[in-house]
Each structure stands twice: as C-alpha cells, then as structure tokens.
C-alpha cells in the first residue's frame, strides 16, 4: 500500500454503501485523519488491484488486533461495488496470514444485516459464529447485534484447496520447493 493509494481508499471506506460497517462506521473524518489512521493496529495491509490496471484500487484487506500469543488476528475487508475478481485478492490475503503467522483462527466482525456477504461461507462450515453482541450497533433508526465469525486455520485448508490454492498448514508438502536430488 502506497501513498498514491490513499485517496482511493478514502474514497472506497467513505463510500455509501461500506460507510456503516467499515473502520469509522458511519463518520467521515477528513482525509488527514484517515491517513493517520491506516496502520491503527495492523498487522499487515494490502491494496487490491486488478493485474490488468494495477493503480486501480479494487479492494482493501487488513489484519488487525493480532494476539500471537493466543494465535488469533481480526480481518477486514472492503471491495469497490463490481469489482471482479476482488474475492480472489482476499484469498490471497488469508492465505497469507496462515503462511506467516502461527494464527489458529482470524476473527471477522459483521453486522448482522451485513452477514449476506457471508451466508454461504457460514452454511458451508468455512466461517463459524463464535459470538453475538446483541442489539450493539445503531444503524438506520435501529439497533443490530454484531457477530462475531471465525475461520480455522483447518477450515481455511479446506477453502484454499477448493480455491485452487495451496493449504497454509505448516505441515503441508510442497514437492516443489523440495530441493533437487
């Protein structure tokens, strides 16, 4: 993520339709702000881009809040409306921090008129409901619970591989990166 980026991530976070559930929830700080606050608590960070027009912003992952003693991190995620191919990049992304770092689950926290976005992911068993804070968030005139989901790194195999990408176990075997005999 480069600076050059950050307009572009102002303008994906502050957007109507990612304003509510994403990092300031409704508010819209001015841009000097939310440029001092990119790397509030983040582990790792990446801009989304398309191969094809890599200066275009597609997406924004982040892993924030990480206890690497308790092997846990959140993750969070904002894709620009119509974005194709967006979903691949936060694959990616979670591959990543199960390569990395030792983390036996990342956390994601959703409204619960937002969990659209993940229904087939939680009926699948990939992301599994660990909490539920009721009536905690004030959107729309009315108050929503919050869930929190969480994805195992053994579930997390199981998705990457059906991805068409490799598993993020470290006991996974990878012949080439064996050295030659």
């Not at 989901?149 to 080439?176: F, I, K, Q, T």
């Amino acid at each position: 993520m480069a600076p050059e980026h950050h307009r572009a991530l102002f303008a994906l976070a502050t957007a109507h339709e990612h304003q509510y559930r994403w990092r300031f929830r409704g508010a819209v700080p001015p841009f000097e702000v939310f440029e001092r606050t990119l790397h509030h608590h983040a582990l790792a960070q990446f801009v989304i881009a398309p191969c094809r027009r890599p200066e275009a912003v597609a997406g924004h992952v982040l892993a924030y809040d990480a206890s690497l003693q308790d092997g846990t991190c959140y993750l969070g995620a904002v894709l620009a409306p119509g974005a194709t191919g967006a979903l691949e990049g936060v694959i990616l992304f979670i591959r990543f921090l199960f390569a990395h770092w030792p983390f036996r689950k990342l956390y994601l926290r959703s409204p619960v008129f937002a969990v659209g976005d993940y229904v087939s992911a939680i009926r699948n068993g990939i992301l599994h409901v660990e909490g539920r804070l009721r009536d905690h968030i004030f959107y729309g005139g009315r108050t929503w619970d919050e869930l929190t989901l969480a994805l195992y790194r053994e579930h997390a195999d199981e998705w990457l591989a059906s991805h068409h990408l490799h598993p993020v176990s470290p006991e996974a075997h990878d012949p080439d990166l064996e050295p030659a005999s």
